[in-house]
């Protein structure tokens, strides 16, 4: 039988199912492949690998992370066309190495997963999938990341728009808004990213703000094709160039532990915005109130310039309705609509985009349970009461000043060298301890208490309602590829394999 007759059976068991075709899930298949390990399948909710950057495709999509940084260690890539790669390079990136290493053959296109369930006594994960047919695994790899579900605002009166709404997640390129007077609404990394864009097109562009953010220059410098070609012929230049870049991005760390350094950098980028937005009221309204990285910090040469055009204008106003053709502020102004763009970012609390995503671990243990006041995990990577069930991105892993990239490799490694140990042990299952997994939260939380994002005067998606903050990891991010190198066996309990699933004894500390 085929691989992809395999997949298309009703049920299928695997070694290691992973959830996710984005960075995280193709790094995943790529290291079980160089393991020998071919006994795997993606689950991919859309029709295209490449995660965000498949979805993702609104005018001047880009990441904020160096080219050769945001790429994977061991697939470099030379030929990065600037410092800072857009949308479309990116992608071409990710298909080049799925094609590489062959990953398509074992990828599931429109599988969503929709939950996940353990027993014990077969020592089995069981997947069930939307379109009713069910996966089943010794493993699974949740690796959809945080930033999959779009975030869409409950306006009074929304659903009584006439015009077009676009989410920047689910971007239309077949409208026109040529000579359209749109509306867009949020100032987070994506709408900095399309509104200079929005705007040379549109015939009038509102930009709502609720809180600005901290944007610093880009270096939208371009590599020559001499750099390209040394790049190419001598890799160790190449890989001086990337530490060099690891370095001076894991600096910033400083400031986020010291928010007193933080604020030393603030009036500069002050004078920044005040030097390239030309009304002074407008400026004064782009200047945010809270210390630099509390929130995201943003980097673009184009959008302040962007409130220098005649058919821009900035509200601060809240939104209080929407109407048929119209937006109404909380001042009671109104603005004419023929489109609303969104750039309200992405549901990222676990909570609430799993909270139909039902998992059950041990007897007893479903993770929305487990989770109703914080997600927690060990190592962002495992959770206690869930035995063979890792994840990628998971709590406390996202970065603030470098590329998550690093943290999902680490990730990997870890996974793999806990597998590659229960084979080699022959046990069944592994699970974190509850009290090392606690003891790790309680520290990481304390940890963060002295951070920018806790005390600088704002509130972020980084944290929960209640200040908690489950979104970042607080320390440099050599410091989690240490802790992560491999797993110490004492953190786990291990359970035996056995042939007779009814006479399954206690697991092995």
């Not at 920018?452 to 607080?474: E, F, H, I, K, M």
Request: proline share 4%.
């Amino acid at each position: 039988m085929t691989s992809q007759a395999r997949i298309n059976v009703k049920t299928r068991r695997v070694k290691v199912a992973i959830v996710g075709g984005g960075f995280g899930g193709l790094c995943m298949a790529i290291k079980l492949r160089e393991a020998g390990i071919d006994d795997f399948v993606i689950l991919e909710k859309g029709d295209g690998l490449g995660g965000t950057w498949y979805h993702n495709s609104y005018p001047g999509a880009a990441c904020d992370v160096q080219s050769h940084m945001y790429s994977f260690s061991f697939e470099a890539n030379p030929d990065w066309s600037h410092r800072y790669s857009g949308q479309q390079e990116i992608h071409d990136y990710i298909q080049g190495v799925t094609d590489k290493h062959n990953i398509r053959q074992f990828t599931r296109f429109n599988a969503e997963v929709t939950g996940a369930h353990f027993d014990d006594q077969a020592a089995l994960w069981t997947l069930n999938l939307a379109d009713g047919s069910q996966l089943i695994c010794q493993h699974w790899v949740l690796a959809s990341g945080p930033l999959h579900v779009p975030s869409f605002p409950n306006f009074k009166g929304m659903e009584n728009f006439k015009g077009k709404i676009i989410h920047s997640a689910q971007w239309d390129h077949d409208y026109d808004m040529s000579g359209k007077k749109v509306v867009s609404i949020g100032t987070g990394a994506s709408a900095i990213q399309y509104v200079p864009h929005v705007a040379q097109e549109a015939g009038h562009l509102t930009v709502v703000q609720r809180t600005p953010p901290w944007i610093i220059p880009r270096d939208e410098r371009a590599y020559s094709g001499m750099s390209k070609w040394l790049f190419r012929r001598v890799p160790a230049l190449r890989q001086l160039h990337r530490l060099r870049l690891y370095l001076s991005n894991e600096a910033r760390v400083l400031p986020i532990f010291n928010p007193r350094i933080a604020r030393l950098a603030e009036p500069a980028l002050k004078a920044f915005i005040h030097y390239q937005v030309k009304d002074k009221e407008t400026a004064r309204k782009l200047v945010p109130n809270y210390t630099l990285g509390c929130k995201r910090i943003l980097i673009s040469n184009a959008y302040y310039p962007t409130f220098n055009r005649d058919n821009v204008a900035l509200v601060t106003e809240g939104v209080k309705e929407i109407r048929e053709n119209s937006v109404v502020f909380s001042d009671g102004s109104e603005q004419q609509a023929d489109c609303l763009v969104l750039g309200t970012g992405f549901v990222v609390d676990p909570r609430i985009y799993m909270k139909d995503f039902e998992i059950t671990g041990l007897p007893g243990r479903r993770l929305q349970d487990d989770w109703k006041d914080a997600a927690q995990a060990y190592l962002g990577t495992t959770v206690s009461g869930y035995p063979n069930m890792f994840q990628l991105v998971g709590p406390n892993t996202g970065l603030g000043h470098n590329s998550i990239i690093f943290m999902i490799e680490s990730q990997v490694r870890y996974i793999m060298d806990a597998i590659g140990k229960l084979d080699a042990r022959g046990d069944a299952w592994l699970d974190v301890k509850q009290e090392v997994q606690d003891r790790y939260n309680d520290k990481l939380q304390d940890e963060l208490k002295g951070t920018v994002w806790q005390n600088g005067g704002c509130t972020s998606w980084y944290q929960q309602a209640d200040g908690r903050n489950t979104a970042l990891w607080p320390h440099a991010t050599f410091q989690f590829m240490a802790r992560t190198w491999n797993v110490n066996m004492k953190d786990y309990r291990w359970q035996p394999a056995v042939k007779n699933p009814a006479a399954v004894g206690a697991a092995r500390v």
